[in-house]
């Protein structure tokens, strides 16, 4: 057992000192009681966690930027409710390069099937209604990221959520209305690379981006970042629906919107379930 002259930060199989420690410290909690700690440390207990773990055939660490602790608990509740599912396990034993080597697999063979495709209109307009797909998904993926970011950066979130989600808008409203003013001026294709392009070095770069921000706890760091994704993704949208209609004059713009809402409700099932949390 451990003493209370040691750091706060330690591991002890001793009930008794962490109750010790609630009741010196003065906390009172409606649902919770110092001898609760007993229950957690009885030694059945503490066999079955160490025998579980020792039994697992990978293993995964809790950490700020990879909190893969909110999958398992996930996981957890699934087999409590609906019994043991060996699917959720073999996600989480997945490698990030095989994911990557599928997701490319699908990219390459969609371009293949645009390529050779005689309905080359159509194929346009399939092209596009993808790219934006991959935008909306992008989006969700920059706004997840950025309130976690934060929540774990800075300690709280509830109530600055509303100030970045509007740091975000506002740069979606301000790149929009650039790109829409002045759509007639520059070549629309050349633009949607340039978007596309500096929406992957983005994504490249958030993670030493997050970590600068985590070394810094720098506030204009953070909400330049956010008014950046926002942004990119704001002058992205109004050529998209420009290429689109100008690819298939009958079809409403709406169709771009569609694909956009798509690309947001996939990414956010993905990203905060499993990309998050396990990549």
Known sequence: SLHDALPIWVLTRDAAL???RYTTRGMQCQYFYPQVFAQYFQPERLA???DTL???????????FAPVSYYFD?????KIVHGENPLFLKIAAMKFKYVFSFVSLLLFLGMLSAKFSRRKSTVRARVTAGITIFIGFAGITFNFLLILAFQTIFGYVY????????AFM?????????????????????WLRVFLLLILLTGIFFPPLLRIMANT???LLYFSLVFWAGALIGGAFPILCKLYQRTIPTQHPGSIYAADLIGGSVGSLLVSGFFVPLF
Do not use: C, T
């Not at 109530?159 to 509007?166: F, N, R, T, V």
């Not at 506002?170 to 050349?190: E, P, R």
């Open 74 to 78: 996930f996981v957890l509740w699934n």
């Open 18 to 20: 962490p109750a010790r």
């Open 48 to 50: 079955f966690i160490k």
């Open 170 to 190: 506002f740069g979606l409203a301000v790149s929009s209305l650039i790109i829409n003013k002045n759509l007639d001026y520059f070549g629309q294709y050349l």
């Open 54 to 64: 020792e039994k697992a055939s990978f293993h995964r660490i809790n950490r700020d």
């Open 217 to 219: 706890h720098s506030y």
């Open 159 to 166: 109530e600055w959520i509303g100030l970045a989600m509007a």
